[in-house]
């Protein structure tokens, strides 16, 4: 069996908590990560019959049986994980019964997934009945996007066209816009399944005052996604208090996005 510390999977989860962390997107504890693994990649790793403990999970997630996903821990702090994967991340297996968590590995210092579990799970469960691809779901506190929640309305359309305006290639990189919630408590199954709800429509959802819930296939492309919408909230600030001289219009955005054929949610359009 080989050393799970050289898998692809532990190496990209390293590195993207890494560069999370480098760009003030996850102080202290904040944020969280659940990757979806291949059940034959882990196993040139694990023995997967040998559970370590069982986890509750304090709600059901059954179209989740028998999926393995490696998970941030909950407390741990982003800037950690590289120095010592084995107690800041933990391979888990759902259960037949789909409300218990089997640990595989990790968690060594005898920690827990992230308290934001029902949001990963739940966002995963909707993610894959829109597409099957994919595979990540990341959460973080991106300096620019909190801001900007503080001083624009919170709401679907009037926040995604905001957005949309502030780089040429938004409608490309997020063409079906941004769910956006109101402030809710977090770690809770509320939230998580008000998030899911979201996830039905966007692949990128904003908590209200808090952060950002991004998904996608793989991590690249999530991080790039969380990347793209922190990047159009940090030009967002640094003009919203300026005269606009200069704007994105409608129909610029409608012509980029029918040139990179992207589906763009035409009611988020004037
Ligand atoms: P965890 O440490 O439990 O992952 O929580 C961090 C966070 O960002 C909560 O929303
Ligand atoms: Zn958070």
């Not at 532990?10 to 760009?23: F, G, Q, S, V």
């Not at 009945?129 to 919170?154: G, I, K, Q, S």
């Not at 402030?183 to 005052?209: H, P, S």
Request: charged share 25%; aromatic share 10%.
């Amino acid at each position: 069996m080989k050393d799970i510390l050289t898998a692809k999977f532990i190496k990209e989860m390293c590195d993207t908590t890494a560069n999370m962390y480098r760009l003030g997107w996850d102080e202290r504890n904040g944020g969280n990560i659940s990757l979806l693994l291949d059940e034959k990649d882990v196993a040139e790793y694990l023995d997967l019959n040998k559970v370590i403990r069982e986890i509750p999970i304090g709600f059901e997630a059954k179209p989740l049986a028998g999926k393995i996903f490696l998970v941030t821990g909950t407390g741990k702090y982003f800037k950690n994980v590289a120095g010592d994967p084995e107690n800041n991340l933990g391979v888990v297996r759902i259960k037949a019964d789909g409300e218990t968590a089997e640990l595989l590995w990790g968690y060594a210092d005898g920690g827990r997934f992230t308290s934001e579990f029902p949001a990963h799970m739940m966002s995963h469960m909707a993610r894959l009945a829109v597409d099957p691809n994919n595979r990540v779901v990341m959460h973080c506190h991106p300096t620019n996007l909190l801001a900007m929640n503080f001083v624009h309305e919170l709401d679907d359309r009037a926040f995604t066209r905001s957005l949309w305006q502030m780089c040429t290639e938004c409608i490309v990189v997020f063409p079906d816009g941004v769910g956006v919630l109101p402030w809710m408590l977090c770690g809770t199954n509320e939230i998580g399944e008000a998030t899911a709800k979201k996830m039905n429509d966007y692949r990128v959802v904003v908590w209200g005052l808090h952060g950002v819930y991004g998904a996608g296939k793989d991590m690249d492309e999530t991080f790039g996604l969380i990347e793209t919408v922190e990047k159009a909230a940090e030009i967002y600030m640094k003009t919203a208090h300026l005269p606009r001289l200069n704007t994105i219009t409608d129909e610029d955005l409608v012509t980029i996005a029918n040139h990179f054929k992207v589906n763009y949610r035409k009611d988020f359009i004037d």
